[in-house]
Structure formats: structure tokens, C-alpha cells
């Protein structure tokens, strides 16, 4: 049986044990109107095969609300990357939120370098996501052009945003990381203005590797409740727009305008040493 849903705008589904979205029946054009997708305490929940994401392709945000089932949201095993038939995957995306999912382990799964998608991604918001222990790998990084909005917030097993290789070795991490013109190795964020890590209890560093950190567009950060986390990178890092980070344990404040004046604030000159007076 084909399926066809190409005027849907919206879909959300609220409650169901079982949910998977997309099954081997529906064709290229299924989805072609799809803006949003809404879950809500779903249990064994699965978006799609990783052959059909490209059904998505339109989708411009997804936002997740509990279903302690759901392990991992995109399982990207088998998708070609470089050479013929390339696939471009969810290069629409602009919001992605997971609240709620304490048995969420991976967002992104066997990630094949030279993947094509979420280039779009301007806003990650990640909020009590129990046993989250790495957000991203390189490759994921590579692929985040267009970041500026992240924010991990009460996620109590994670320990580091950016995973070196050792948490998870069944993720492939590129080979190809960007060289600077001096020619050392460096992770780019190029876009990401804000940055909130609230309440990461176990969270000891952003990135451990060797590579530099560049934050060039980086001018909000709120770093709070976070008591192991002792530096920010044991690499070169860059962030020439900030000139201080705000502190409060308010969580509310996760929410405003970081550059208002009237949160209590930190500046050491660096944000290393800002984390480290923190």
C-alpha cells in the first residue's frame, strides 16, 4: 500500500506506545509539505530507516518530549556519503529540541564522513536527558555550519560536548579536520552566538581533544551548576566576541537575553580561565 501525505503541514503525536513514522511503503514526495513534527511521551519510537530520512527533507523542526524508550533519534548505519548518490539529510532542519528522554544515549549514530545534512540547524536545545553522556562528534561538528542557539540543560550523565572517540568507537570520526592558516588542527563553530551548559553535573570539559576551538561568532554563554567541569578545551581556543559569562543558578535565565546587564557575570580575560574561577 502507498502512502501519500503531500499537503501536511504539521504532525504531532501524542501518547502512543509504539510510533514509527515512516515505514518502506511510502515514496519520495510523501512528506513534501512537512514543516514540523511533534512527540510526545511516545514509547518505542522511530523517526525512519536511515534510507528514508530524506522523506524529511522539508521538515524545518522537530521537538521530542519524553519516551524513555528512545535511545537514539537519527541512526545513520548504511546512508552513502561521498561519490554517486550522495543523500542530503534533513537540510532543512532548523530547530531540534529533546526534553525528557532519559534513556536517550545518542542523538547521532554512525555518522559516515562526507555525510551531506543539517546544515541548516540553527537552534539544539537539549533539556533532562538522563544518560546523554556525548552531544556531538567531529564529523557532526563539521556538518553544523549554521549553529547559533545550544544549550544542554540538566542532563546529569554528560561529560563532554564534543566526544574525542573513546565514549562511543563504534562512531567514525573524520579524518579531515579543518587546518587554520597556521596549520593546526581546529574545530569551527562559525555561527554559534550562544552557548548554555546548566546543571551538567558530571560534564569536566566542552572538548578534550588537541584540535583548537574556534568560537568566532560566540558573545553569550551561561555556565552554571556545572561542578566538575574544570576548563573549557585543553586546546588553542578562540572566542573574540566575549567578554563575559554569566553565572547565575537560576534556570529560568537559560531562556533570556544573555546579554542583558542585570545577571551575575564572570570574565577572566579568557573563558578558560573563566571556567576555572567559575
Not at 536511515?50 to 524545518?60: M, P, T
Not at 535511545?71 to 556519503?81: I, Q, R, T
Amino acid at each position: 500500500m502507498t502512502v501519500l501525505l503531500p499537503s501536511l503541514e504539521m504532525l504531532e503525536l501524542l501518547g502512543k506506545n509504539k510510533v514509527h513514522i515512516v515505514d518502506c511503503h511510502m515514496q519520495v514526495g510523501s512528506f513534501d509539505q512537512l514543516r514540523y513534527i511533534f512527540v510526545s511521551d511516545c514509547g518505542l519510537l522511530n523517526l525512519a530507516a536511515a534510507a528514508q530520512l530524506e522523506l524529511f527533507r522539508s521538515v524545518q523542526s522537530i521537538r521530542i518530549e519524553g519516551g524513555d524508550a528512545l535511545e537514539v533519534v537519527f541512526d545513520l548505519e548504511g546512508l552513502k556519503a561521498k561519490g554517486e548518490q550522495a543523500e542530503v539529510i534533513l537540510g532543512q532542519l532548523e530547530s531540534l529540541e529533546i526534553h525528557y528522554s532519559s534513556n536517550l544515549m545518542r542523538i547521532w549514530k554512525m555518522v559516515p564522513k562526507g555525510l551531506q545534512g543539517f546544515h541548516n540547524l540553527k537552534t539544539l536545545q537539549i533539556s533532562y536527558c538522563g544518560s546523554l553522556r556525548y552531544l556531538l562528534s567531529p564529523v557532526m561538528v563539521n556538518l553544523l555550519v549554521n549553529l547559533r542557539d545550544l544549550r544542554l540543560v540538566n542532563c546529569e550523565m554528560m561529560e563532554e560536548i564534543i566526544e574525542t572517540g573513546q565514549g562511543y568507537p563504534e562512531i567514525r570520526i573524520m579524518d579531515d579536520i579543518v587546518t587554520n592558516q597556521e596549520g593546526e588542527e581546529v574545530i569551527v563553530f562559525p555561527r554559534l552566538s550562544r552557548l548554555v551548559l546548566f546543571n551538567l553535573e558530571n560534564v569536566t570539559v566542552f572538548y578534550s581533544g588537541k584540535c583548537g576551538l574556534q568560537f568566532p561568532s560566540l558573545d553569550q554563554v551561561h555556565i552554571s551548576n556545572c561542578p566538575k567541569l574544570k576548563f573549557f578545551c585543553s586546546g588553542p581556543l578562540c572566542t573574540p566576541k566575549l567578554e563575559r559569562v554569566n553565572t547565575s543558578k537560576d534556570q529560568w535565565l537559560c531562556m533570556r537575553d544573555l546579554s542583558t546587564r542585570d545577571i551575575e557575570c564572570v570574565w577572566m580575560g579568557d573563558l578558560n580561565k573563566t571556567v576555572q574561577h567559575i
